[in-house]
């Protein structure tokens, strides 16, 4: 088994420094000094073979506005193990700190979420570092989902649903209230006590079937025009 220590500095002398309740353990082949040293000269600390294409990801990742450093370790410790490394890395030189092993990686950082550096790992080839690193630099730093965003998108949409459905249950209910129909001869009363023609009587003049317009003086009478009422002439006595 790998020895390790607690660190709370680079001395393996100062007390256990703990994050919650577990203490950060780092492998103590680990020099975490000459490590933050390479770190700060070119932002890499690997073997001479990873060194361009390392840097080339750093650049990459500094021309989008992100600060970004890269270990690569020969040995094999657990997968926590990796990710102890880079937190204690990252506390002394900030931005975002990768650490690959040959079998695994662990990251910290105060630019992106834990969320974010979880998924970028996914079917990384941490065998092969020069390749994961520029990989691993594309996925963190391409548009990421906002999620907070999305959820206050839905909310909204949500709060819009239920008022439509309420206005629209609202309106419904109004079509179908007995107080909302016109009463039978309200309007025909209403329009009458206004001194509103009949419309029956209106297309019946229209017609000139007016028999219910009383004759006046001026009309002659069947008398006087010497005609019968079904409009034949008399023949006197």
């Known amino acids: 088994m790998t020895p390790t220590r607690e ?14 309740p577990f203490p950060m353990v780092v492998p103590a082949s680990v020099d975490l000094p000459a490590i933050e040293a390479q770190l700060r000269a070119t932002h890499v600390s690997a073997p001479d073979d990873e060194t361009a294409a390392l840097e ?5 990742a ?28 990252q ?4 931005g975002t700190v990768v650490v690959f092993g040959p079998n695994d990686l662990g ?24 390749q994961a690193a520029n990989t691993y630099v594309d ?17 909204v949409v949500v709060v819009i649903g239920a008022v439509i459905a309420r206005f629209t249950q609202l309106r419904n ?11 039978d001869g309200t309007e025909a009363d209403r329009g009458a006590d206004l001194g509103e023609a009949d ?23 069947s008398a006087q025009t010497g005609t019968t009422p079904s409009g034949s002439e008399s023949t006197g006595p």
């Open 56 to 60: 080339h990801a750093v650049a990459t």
């Open 199 to 221: 419309p029956v009587v209106e297309r019946r003049g229209q017609r000139g079937i007016r028999a219910d317009v009383p004759r006046t003086d001026s009309e002659p009478s």
């Open 91 to 94: 506390k002394h030189t900030g």
């Open 107 to 130: 990251s910290a950082s105060d630019d992106f979420s834990r969320v974010t550096l979880e998924q970028a790992r996914d079917n990384l080839p941490v065998s092969t570092p020069s």
């Open 7 to 20: 660190l709370a500095g680079w001395s393996a002398s100062t007390a256990a420094h703990t994050l919650g």
């Open 139 to 155: 996925r963190i730093t391409s548009d990421q989902v906002s999620w907070t965003a999305i959820t206050l998108v839905l909310i």
């Open 173 to 183: 209910r109004r079509k179908s209230s007995p107080d909302a129909s016109v009463d």
């Open 62 to 89: 500094r021309a989008k506005g992100h600060d970004i450093y890269f270990v690569v370790l020969s040995e094999q410790y657990g997968s926590t193990s990796y990710r102890d490394i880079a937190t204690e890395l």
